[in-house]
């Protein structure tokens, strides 16, 4: 029998992949937004929390891992792209390969960096949401979304900070970023959360599910258990 796949899936899953190719080619400028700073990935990266929650919450942490890893996969393949077109001679009358180099052209660590926190990050979000929503029988989704988030975006930012800025930005402005990007990440989740709420709900409606993940393995790499 074959296996389909819903249109609400679907689509949920290439916005998914849209959003973390984004906000890979952002998080290497640093904005100030009055005191505070941060990375430029701060206005896409959370959207993809929301639709993490989203996918475990409707479809349940099997649909999320094999998401995630689809969205790990196409980052990794537009970073490539990227690269190679950098790469590329440029044509005797193109003036902007510098520009575009700089936009484009993240370095190995920060690709690196950004790649390791987020699949820590978006793993850890999943299975926090698919155990919570076991635990309360479905209860509370406000409250499972908002813990997710918190543990997966501050595992994100402690994974990514580190790695991608020790040495290059000061330390007490490194420990000031991972505390600020978690923190905001979650903010925005909390201020969307009433967008999500009608989102998951109308998403159940339409496409008929609401997984409970019970007696499955939460081994990331069982890509095939779908």
């Known amino acids: 029998m074959k296996q389909k796949v819903s249109i609400p899936f679907m689509l949920t899953g290439i916005l998914f992949c849209v959003c973390l190719i984004l906000a890979n080619f952002l998080e290497s400028k640093l904005i100030q ?25 409707v ?8 998401i995630i ?10 970073v490539g792209i990227a690269q190679i077109a950098i790469y590329l001679p440029s044509a005797p009358y193109y003036s902007g390969q510098e520009a575009f180099a700089s ?27 698919s155990k919570m929503k076991v635990a309360s ?28 800025f020790f040495g290059i930005v000061p330390v007490k ?20 959360l009433p967008v999500t709420y ?12 609401d997984a409970y993940d019970t007696d499955i393995s939460y081994n990331v790499l069982k890509i095939q258990d779908i």
């Open 33 to 57: 937004i009055g005191p505070i700073n941060a990375t430029a990935g701060l206005i896409v990266f959370p959207i993809a929390y929301i639709i993490n929650d989203c996918i475990a919450e």
């Open 198 to 209: 009608r989102v998951v709900a109308f998403v159940k409606k339409v496409d008929g599910s």
């Open 59 to 66: 479809w349940g942490y099997k649909k999320a891992r094999l």
């Open 137 to 164: 029988n479905g209860k509370g989704f406000g409250y499972r979304a908002i813990l997710s988030t918190l543990i997966g975006e501050s595992a994100d930012s402690l994974i990514f900070f580190p790695i991608a």
């Open 173 to 192: 402005e490194l420990l000031i970023l991972v505390v600020t990007q978690a923190a905001l990440k979650t903010l925005y989740e909390i201020v969307i």
């Open 103 to 129: 936009v484009y052209g993240a370095t190995l660590r920060i690709t690196i960096a950004s790649f390791i926190a987020f699949l820590v990050g978006s793993f850890l979000n999943a299975f926090v949401m």
């Open 69 to 78: 890893w689809a969205g790990f996969i196409m980052n990794f393949f537009a």
